[in-house]
T-cell receptor, first 109, second 115 residues
Framework: QKEVEQDPGPLSVPEGAIVSLNCTYSNSAFQYFMWYRQYSRKGPELLMYTYSSGNKEDGRFTAQVDKSSKYISLFIRDSQPSDSATYLCAMDKDGDMRFGAGTRLTVKP | GAGVSQSPSNKVTEKGKDVELRCDPISGHTALYWYRQSLGQGLEFLIYFQGNSAPDKSGLPSDRFSAERTGGSVSTLTIQRTQQEDSAVYLC?????????????FGPGTRLTVT
């Protein structure tokens, strides 16, 4: 079993839809939870990070962490074609980072 | 300011040849990470530098892989006697906080193809 599981998709939605991206993990020692966005042929860029269970909102993006279920989510409201990218979840324990496989998202105009 | 840069952006090499991949981190960033990303796979951790030392080399796939960092800045990842399974995108990231940083800044990667 991988430490971090993420459905690779692909996921295709119409513009304006709400997108839900999810990861599960097995190591309860993870302390930080992150979402990275990676455009084609680019390096990943940090989108959001959270430390504790609960929700964190930044514009159209909401990151949710449920430590009891070892489950994290990223919600994108009013999705735009420019959101089309691969989204990777990542988890960190004292600098030891583990990434999910990434979910490829396409938002169609 | 300048971000993380990597060179070359693309490298095609014959099986059995050695390759060197270079990473220039953001100035002042003390931590540097190398990852490998294969098609449909997540980022595979290879090695982490704090300054010039590598406290964690656990991710290097084999003894054909080595890395060094000099002057607390530039890092080179060397793959000897390349194999076709080494084909992947090699990503470098740097961060300001040592150890448990949540903010790693990634370079654009080097796309390695072994023929």
């Amino acid at each position: 079993q991988k430490e971090v599981e993420q459905d690779p998709g692909p996921l295709s939605v119409p513009e304006g839809a709400i997108v839900s991206l999810n990861c599960t993990y097995s190591n309860s020692a993870f302390q930080y939870f992150m979402w990275y966005r990676q455009y084609s042929r680019k390096g990943p860029e940090l989108l959001m990070y959270t430390y504790s269970s609960g929700n964190k909102e930044d514009g159209r993006f909401t990151a949710q962490v449920d430590k009891s279920s070892k489950y994290i989510s990223l919600f994108i409201r009013d999705s735009q074609p420019s959101d089309s990218a691969t989204y990777l979840c990542a988890m960190d324990k004292d600098g030891d980072m583990r990434f999910g496989a990434g979910t490829r998202l396409t938002v169609k105009p | 300011g300048a971000g993380v840069s990597q060179s070359p952006s693309n490298k095609v090499t014959e099986k059995g040849k050695d390759v060197e991949l270079r990473c220039d981190p953001i100035s002042g960033h003390t931590a540097l990470y190398w990852y490998r990303q294969s098609l449909g796979q997540g980022l595979e951790f290879l090695i982490y530098f704090q300054g010039n030392s590598a406290p964690d080399k656990s991710g290097l796939p084999s003894d054909r892989f080595s890395a060094e960092r000099t002057g607390g800045s530039v890092s080179t990842l060397t793959i000897q006697r390349t194999q076709q399974e080494d084909s992947a995108v090699y990503l470098c990231a740097s961060s300001f906080k040592p150890g448990g940083s949540t903010e790693q800044y990634f370079g654009p990667g080097t796309r390695l193809t072994v023929t």
